[in-house]
């Protein structure tokens, strides 16, 4: 992947910040785009201590729910690094509760960024790789999407839509030689997971059969195949990095 363009969203922090750590070590230039600027340009700097050659490292501190903004951050990187390799749509959130207290800004503020933001990124790149003929797009997205999960409808939905997005687009694009596929976390250790109570803990992992939750490295690892020449020939897919928890 060394010198490819990659768009990473939701990039400043866990599963998106492992995946530009894991790219970057390969080479490739990373345009990280996510509302929290500090972050981005805490990883930024260090990256850059590990920067080879020519590598490039930029970032854009842009809510994804507002097609305008993406859509000329994508025509800037594509002016001046004339292609786009590779899309990664990480960023997403929560705003949990149960639905006969859902209020509307709650159900908005996931669909807008989770669903709508993926949707934006994925149109915006598009007419580039169709152009240009080739290219990949990576949804991150949810086993939550899958299974549901009380006090997630917001979410379960935002990420069961991006099912829908991922192979409908791997049909009309598919002739252009741009591969979409998805990947679904189950249970990975964030900052959120280190604060569960020990009784918490042991509930969620009796869900897993591997009996541990997963790490950030291991989906960026996914992502990386999934970006590579090694996944060419795999499209349309939905892929579950869970520990065995969804089967």
Not at 39 to 65: C, G
Not at 168 to 197: C, D, F, H, W
Request: with cysteine.
């Amino acid at each position: 992947m060394k010198n490819k363009n990659i768009i990473i969203t939701g990039a400043s922090q866990g599963i998106g910040k492992s995946i530009a750590e894991k790219f970057h070590k390969k080479g490739s230039n990373i345009f990280m785009i996510s509302r929290n600027e500090n972050n981005l340009l805490k990883l930024k700097n260090k990256l850059m201590k590990n920067t080879k050659n020519n590598q490039v490292i930029e970032y854009f501190a842009e809510n994804i729910d507002n097609y305008d903004k993406i859509l000329d951050i994508v025509n800037s990187i594509n002016k001046k690094h004339k292609s786009i390799d590779v899309l990664i749509n990480n960023a997403g959130v929560t705003s949990d509760n149960l639905i006969v207290k859902m209020k509307d800004e709650q159900w908005n503020k996931v669909i807008n960024t989770n669903l709508k933001g993926t949707f934006n990124c994925c149109k915006a790149v598009s007419k580039f790789m169709i152009k240009q003929k080739f290219g990949k797009i990576i949804n991150i997205s949810s086993i939550i999407g899958q299974i549901g999960n009380k006090g997630q409808v917001n979410y379960s939905a935002s990420k069961a839509g991006i099912f829908g997005i991922t192979k409908s687009l791997s049909k009309e694009l598919g002739s252009r030689n741009i591969n979409v596929n998805a990947i679904n976390p189950g249970y990975i250790e964030t900052q959120m997971t280190k604060n569960l109570s020990k009784e918490k803990k042991v509930d969620f992992l009796s869900k897993i059969p591997l009996n541990r939750f997963g790490k950030a490295i291991e989906v960026s690892e996914l992502t990386y195949f999934l970006a590579s020449d090694l996944a060419n020939y795999i499209s349309g897919q939905t892929i579950n990095i869970d520990g065995g928890m969804v089967v």
